[in-house]
């Protein structure tokens, strides 16, 4: 009995880092994998990015072009300590004899706290290179000492023209074209939502599905895919262009334009859940403090939406885009959150005054530490107007609210705080 025939996704699977497609940014000349190649050894990375980008093609591909180490991979969801063990212990063998171990971690997030901890003793000595993939954001993901220890690459969901050269790859290794119109070829590739993967799956259906002489234009492919072809594409009105109209009304405050794209995007099949996450991330980007209502209502939404299912789900979030239209909007906390980010990053890791640190410890005392906090409690209108900056930094101001909304308020306070704060500095 012959055996079964290879996906043709793994038939296809890049050999070499320069087959990998969609990832330029990092592959181009001076990008950090171009870089990597070049360098005599290799650091600890984690590759993080969307399914089917090209993560694990990578890791294989970059194992192959270093020979020195071995390679050994391993599934985070199929895999315990016991098998971090093993992995462990046969890499302290490699070592003995001169030889380096890629151990390349699939879906790393998955492990706990103390599995990942159980790499960074292996890391630090040499014993194992980690290549860990994760489709989750490595920093709420992944510990912080693991990340410390490893370099992030990001890699992108792949654009219409990687998954067109993907489809060419495919067409000539089956050696025809795929039997399609240009409008349901189109269709396609929306269908794959920037995953490599996806697309050949997809096209290896549709050479199974067609009959001798077909061309299957929308409807066809739809009917043999059992997929909703959406009724839009990511070239021309697709996805991105509709969901930056949604956040652009909101914004803007039109109600009435808002809720059409809106409808325009669930009656084209596009993910609820999805939208959700796209109202909450304008609660908080547009209107934020303005209406601290905003969030909150947005957050109800996506959960109403989780009880009520489809399609009276919809209605809630429907409710929410007409919610956040109408809110009175506010970008202050936003540009203060950047700003604020910006001033952590560069100014590094200055020491809060010793004041305003609790010293558990008798020695801590002795160094000062708490010494002169005014507990703001026992101040009149609870306010000390003490300077809580470091030092070397100096007093910043990341968070101005217009006198819009809820912010009006806060605005007030803010300006009788400072008011306070001068007169107890007796300026």
Excluded at 103 to 120: C, G, M, P, T, W
Excluded at 174 to 185: D, K, Q, S
Excluded at 364 to 379: F, I, Q, R
Aim: proline fraction near 6%; glycine fraction near 8%; aromatic fraction near 8%.
């Amino acid at each position: 009995m012959e055996a079964p025939a290879r996906p043709l996704a793994d038939r296809l699977r890049p050999r070499d880092v320069g087959d990998l497609v969609g990832q330029e940014h990092l592959t181009g000349e001076g990008g950090a994998i171009a870089r990597l190649l070049e360098a005599p050894d290799l650091p600890s990375l984690i590759l993080w990015g969307p399914p089917g980008t090209g993560k694990t093609s990578f890791a294989r591909a970059l194992a192959a072009s270093r020979p020195a180490y071995a390679f050994e991979p391993i599934s985070a969801i199929f895999s315990g300590v016991a098998d971090l063990k093993k992995a462990f212990e046969a890499a302290r063998l490699r070592c003995q004899t001169g030889q380096g171990t890629l151990l390349f971690v699939d879906e790393i997030h998955r492990f706990n706290k103390a599995q990942q901890d159980s790499f960074l003793p292996v890391m630090e000595d040499g014993t194992v290179t980690l290549i860990g993939a994760t489709t989750e954001n490595p920093s709420f993901a992944l510990n912080s000492a693991l990340l410390s220890r490893a370099r992030v690459l990001t890699f992108r969901a792949l654009d219409e023209a990687a998954l067109e050269l993907l489809l060419a790859r495919a067409e000539a290794n089956m050696g025809e074209p795929l039997p399609l119109t240009a409008a349901a070829r189109c269709a396609l590739l929306g269908m794959a939502d920037g995953d490599g993967r996806a697309i050949l799956t997809l096209a290896e259906d549709v050479w199974r599905a067609a009959k001798p002489g077909e061309v299957m234009d929308e409807a066809a492919l739809a009917a043999a895919l059992q997929r909703r072809a959406p009724l839009y594409d990511k070239a021309e009105e697709g996805h991105y262009n509709l969901v930056s109209a949604l956040h652009k009304c909101v914004r803007g405050s039109d109600p009435d334009a808002a809720l059409y794209y809106f409808c325009r995007m669930v009656e084209a099949g596009e993910d609820p859940r999805f939208l959700a996450r796209r109202l909450v991330r304008m609660a908080v980007e547009d209107i934020g403090l303005a209406d601290p209502q905003a969030l909150i209502h947005a957050r109800a939404a996506a959960d109403a939406f989780e009880q009520l299912g489809s399609p009276e789900g919809e209605l809630a979030l429907a409710n929410c885009v007409l919610y956040l239209a109408t809110a009175p909007k506010s970008n202050a906390a936003y540009v203060a959150f950047k700003a604020a980010s910006r001033v952590a990053k560069d100014a590094g890791s200055l020491m809060p005054p010793k004041t305003i640190l609790n010293a558990p410890t008798r020695l801590m005392k002795n160094e000062g530490y708490g010494s002169g906090y005014a507990y703001d409690h026992d101040e009149p209108h609870a306010f000390s107007g003490q300077d809580y900056w470091p030092e070397k930094l100096g007093r910043q101001n990341f968070y101005r609210p217009p006198e819009r909304g809820f912010e009006r308020e806060i605005l007030k306070r803010l300006e009788f705080w400072e008011r306070l704060r001068r007169e107890r500095r007796g300026e």
